[in-house]
C-alpha cells in the first residue's frame, strides 16, 4: 500500500462508523510549549496538561464535551444563531445501559436541524496529525474533524467555518 494510501486509510477507520470491537485509546499525550520571556529567560508549560488523561478520568472527559459545547455556542451566537437550529449531541455518546463511551469517538457532534449536515469531532491518538474528512451520509454532507487531544487549539476556526457554512446554505 502507498504511504499517502495508509494516511488515508488511517483517517478513514478512525472517521467511519462505530464498531462493537473498537477500544478506547489509554494512552497519556504531554505536549510542551517553550517561549522566550523578554528577559530572554525560557518557559515551559504543559499544553492540554487539564485534558491529557481525559479518557481515564470521567470528570476530565466531560469537561472535554463541555469546551467543544462552549466553543459551538460562541460561534453560533456569534454568527447570528439559535441553538435551536442545531442537534447537539447527534451521535450517541453512550451505551444503551447509559454508560457513556468515554473513547473521544465522538467528543462531540452537532446536526444542522434545516440542512441535515453533521458535525463530529474526534480526538484519538490513531491518527497522525490534524485532518478534515467530508462524507456523505444518508444524502448529508458530514465533517468529521479528527485530531490528537495535543491539538485543540486547532479546532475553533474549523467549527466556526462549518457553523457559516450551515448558515450560508440554512438562508
Not at 67 to 91: M, N, V
Not at 92 to 117: E, W
Not at 155 to 162: E, G, K, L
Request: glycine fraction near 4%; proline fraction near 2%.
Amino acid at each position: 500500500m502507498s504511504k499517502q494510501n495508509a494516511g488515508l486509510t488511517e483517517h478513514a477507520n478512525v472517521a467511519g462508523y462505530r464498531k462493537k470491537s473498537d477500544a478506547p485509546s489509554k494512552s497519556k499525550v504531554h505536549n510542551t510549549n517553550v517561549s522566550i520571556s523578554k528577559s530572554g529567560q525560557e518557559k515551559r508549560s504543559r499544553s492540554n496538561d487539564m485534558h491529557a488523561d481525559f479518557l481515564e478520568s470521567q470528570e476530565k472527559y466531560k469537561l472535554l464535551e463541555n469546551y467543544f459545547f462552549k466553543i459551538f455556542i460562541e460561534e453560533t451566537k456569534s454568527q447570528g444563531l439559535s441553538l435551536a437550529e442545531f442537534k447537539t449531541p447527534h451521535y450517541s455518546a453512550h451505551f444503551a445501559n447509559g454508560t457513556p463511551f468515554m473513547d473521544g469517538n465522538p467528543i462531540f457532534s452537532a446536526k444542522n436541524i434545516a440542512t441535515g449536515n453533521i458535525l463530529r469531532i474526534v480526538i484519538t491518538d490513531d491518527v497522525s496529525k490534524y485532518a478534515k474528512n467530508h462524507n456523505t451520509i444518508d444524502n448529508f454532507e458530514e465533517l468529521c474533524i479528527v485530531m490528537r487531544i495535543s491539538e485543540l487549539n486547532l479546532v475553533q476556526q474549523d467549527i466556526s467555518s462549518w457553523i457559516d457554512q450551515q448558515a450560508q446554505e440554512s438562508s
